[in-house]
């Protein structure tokens, strides 16, 4: 079966790291397809955050990066700020759908 | 800058059909595949597939073939996504995304909720 899988949810204080894992298989990430992040604040449509892996569109803060290896990515938040609070997807292509596949989101909490 | 621009909101019964628009600017509409994307009420992001506005070819995931049919207006840059037979568990916001021609990820329309109910 082809899923991107995510923790429900991860937290953490102002000013501290966190990380949200992504973890797909042999037909997705482990095939070499890209993994991307969106971010989704309340009520808003999601927002490109990281692509190809480790990019930053430009206006994304460095407090943003990604990493991939294997069959799984990561995307760490150092720095975090209350308004870091949001759901955040993992995505990548994946050649068994051939189509797109979404990770079932994060829910990340600023404490 | 790239804008997609989505119609409103639609309340539908259940059986009927509903075509979503998706206007698209700053940009060569033609050139870039758009795909569309479902987001059920407190729930995660669904890819529903894309059309390639230039030629009108697209590609349906699995889940949605026979039910969803995906079009485009070249001359007003306008991609258009219509799901038929709707049931209440169709209710979603539903986006359209600009992919780039880079890679696999997307700019975002601004959504557009259709509620399924009798």
């Known amino acids: 079966q082809s899923v991107l899988t995510q923790p429900p949810s991860v937290s953490g204080a102002p000013g501290q790291r966190v990380t949200i894992s992504c973890t797909g298989s042999s037909s997705n990430i482990g095939a070499g397809y890209d993994v991307q992040w969106y971010q989704q604040l309340p009520g808003t449509a999601p927002k490109l955050l990281i692509y190809a892996n480790i990019n930053r569109p430009s206006g994304v803060p460095d407090r943003f990066s990604g990493s991939k290896s294997g069959t799984s990515a990561s995307l760490a938040i150092t720095g975090l700020q209350a308004e870091d609070g949001a759901d955040y997807y993992c995505q990548s292509y994946d050649s068994r759908l051939s189509g797109i596949l979404f990770g079932g989101g994060t829910k990340l909490t600023v404490l | 800058q790239v804008q997609l621009v989505q119609s409103g909101a639609e309340v539908k019964k259940p059986g009927a059909s509903v075509k979503v628009s998706c206007e698209a600017s700053g940009y060569t509409f033609t050139n870039y595949y758009m795909h569309w994307v479902r987001q059920a009420p407190g729930q995660g992001l669904e890819w529903m597939g894309w059309i390639n506005p230039n030629s009108g070819g697209t590609k349906y995931a699995q889940k949605f073939q026979g039910r969803v049919t995906m079009t485009r207006d070249t001359s007003i840059s306008t991609a258009y996504m219509e799901v038929g037979s709707l049931r209440s568990d169709d209710t979603a916001i539903y986006y359209c995304?600009?992919?780039?021609?880079?890679?696999?990820?997307?700019?975002w329309g601004q959504g557009t909720l259709v509620t399924v109910s009798s």
């Open positions: 995304a600009r992919q780039y021609n880079s890679g696999w990820y997307f700019d």
